[in-house]
Nanobody
Framework: QVQLVESGGGLVQSGGSLRLSCESS????????MGWYRQGPAGQRELVGL???????NYTDSVKGRFTISGDNAKNTVYLQMNNLQPEDTAVYYC????????????WGQGTQVTVSS
């Protein structure tokens, strides 16, 4: 059973930084990619960024240059470093892992709240 456990959310002022962590219960090379989605107060869940097992990253435009995804294979953990946070980044952030098998469902963490005050 795959489990993804997030940590690191909280309350921060505009312009501040946070680092989210997502620890997997299995080796992260099990997955094709891992990353982060977020869901704001009134919106749909949207992709923040992904890190593939080949080391490639992609980010949604609104976070490019501010957010960075990285991985630690030895700790089976993926991180999301968030800098220059803005109120519009306020959301519940979900860790996501994509199975190697095409068509298999994604794995999700429980979510961690990030709140940015102006």
């Amino acid at each position: 059973q795959v489990q993804l456990v997030e940590s690191g959310g909280g309350l921060v002022q505009s312009g501040g930084s946070l680092r989210l962590s997502c620890e997997s219960s299995v080796n992260i090379f099990t997955f094709y990619a891992m990353g982060w989605y977020r869901q704001g107060p009134a919106g749909q869940r949207e992709l923040v960024g992904l890190l593939t097992n080949s080391g490639r990253t992609n980010y949604t435009d609104s976070v490019k240059g501010r957010f960075t995804i990285s991985g630690d294979n030895a700790k089976n953990t993926v991180y999301l470093q968030m800098n220059n946070l803005q109120p519009e980044d306020t959301a519940v952030y979900y860790c996501n892992a994509k199975h190697r098998r095409v068509g298999a469902p994604d794995y999700w963490g429980q979510g961690t709240q990030v709140t940015v005050s102006s």
